[in-house]
């Protein structure tokens, strides 16, 4: 049984290090020249770059600027993709790899840049990647990596070796990458993007949307906003017509934290596929300490013990990391993002018919290079102009490769069997009082599926179990104490409230199990 940490701090290191920000709500209608909708790193740098560019700019976020996926990172701002240029090679050819590359290392220099620009101080610090594999299996398709990783222009290289605590195989190895601290990033950008006459609403649910020649947007609390263009930067497109949601796979990674002494702690950052995906990094704490974060245990929302992983995350930080088992405090928090059909994402018109609807999605885990990468590109479409040579490689229109479709329908079929499995089952338990506190459960109440909780203090609530997106029935995640659905990756607080779209509307409410007589 190994030693509990002191502590632990169910928050991102991120969120619980910077202060809340408090933009107010849309309370009236407006016209702009473009709305942009969500308020992370995809968001606010397209807003950023708009409004440096003379647009008037609107900025609507359902809940907080960063404090959704880009408040919930790692924050490793790079290039290197894991395994991701001998595939993208195999897949698309060696010119649409070589485009991905200067497209990420493009957006690490100008991350870089932009905090040298305008003074923000977020932590920034050059380090190397590396993707590492310890079976001697995998090293041939590592070597490969590092060779495709070179071909695509990058100064890749494969070394043997690291700073890591335990052995590797092979390893492939980029030098001048970025890592920092997103919300200090972000929130420091939100404040220039005001200053130069943007405007950003929080708390701002954006519900409906009319896409023509002039868009409107209509919010949550019946308030509009008019424009010319709208930009979707929701982390998952939340509105359907797009159909993008069939080409998207929603998966969660979980994140532990601690620190340990400065000279214990990797000035590289890793990546590992193997062991169902592994990430380390360290950022600074104090003078004698640097934070390690540790991310992996890669799945599906909605889909198994959530608990479980986060303690097979912790073990294996505990055990690789020696410093990480000594340490007081840990923080723990959960991430998500998309994956492409092709590995891509999805950055630009957001369907053929659409002249001035923009999307940004399916970053695939690599939201921080991407997010930036967005914002240049689409401010290219909008503002006009020679737009970047990897503007076609982004095309949201574009068709997949004839050897993704298998993988496209491989998804449907995975939600196909969620929508019509799920509703065989007569429950996810036999009754409410089978639910433990702190633990919810789908249940059967008066012919109706409900997703009931049961929170510390044994005081029980209710909701409807199916997903307001498409009506999947969600699954209770025992770590984060939230709602989750299957198909596409909506979340939902234990009270039904919206966390990650693509759902726009929460959970309707029940009566509580504990109010009928």
Known sequence: MTEQPRSSIDESYWMATTPATHYPALDTDLTADVVVVGGGIAGLCTAWDLVRAGVDV?????????????????????????????????????????????????????????????????????????????????????????????????????????????????AVRVADQLQFHPRKFLLALAEHITRAGGRIFERSRVTDLHDGKRCRLTTESGDTVEAGDVVVATHYPIFDRTLLFTQLKPHRELVVAAPVPSAAAPAGMYITPEGGKRSLRSAPYDDEHRLLVVTGESFEPGTGDVRQRLQRLEDWARTHLPHFAEAHDVYRWGAQDNDSVDGVPYVGHAHPRTQHLYVATGFGGWGMSNGVMAGSLLTAHIVGGPRPAWTELYDPRRLPPVRDVGTLASQQVTVAKHFVGDRLRTSHVDSVADIPPGSGAVVRLDGQRCAVYRDESGKVSAVSARCTHLGCLVHFNNAERAWECPCHGSRFATDGTVLHGPATHPLETRESPEAKP
């Open 58 to 170: 609107v900025v609507l976020e359902a809940d907080r600027i960063a404090a959704g996926v880009s408040g919930y990172t790692t924050a490793k701002m790079s290039a290197a993709h894991g395994l991701m240029y001998a595939q993208l090679e195999a897949k698309k050819g060696g010119d649409d790899a070589r485009l991905y590359a200067l497209s990420q290392q493009d957006a690490v220099e100008r991350t870089a840049s932009l905090c040298a620009e305008l003074g923000i101080d977020a932590d920034l610090e050059r380090a190397a990647a590396f993707t590492y594999v310890q079976d001697p299996d995998r090293v041939d398709e590592v070597r490969e990596e590092a060779a495709a990783a070179r071909r695509a222009g990058l100064d890749a290289s494969f070394v043997t070796s690291t700073e890591l605590p335990f052995d590797i195989a092979g």
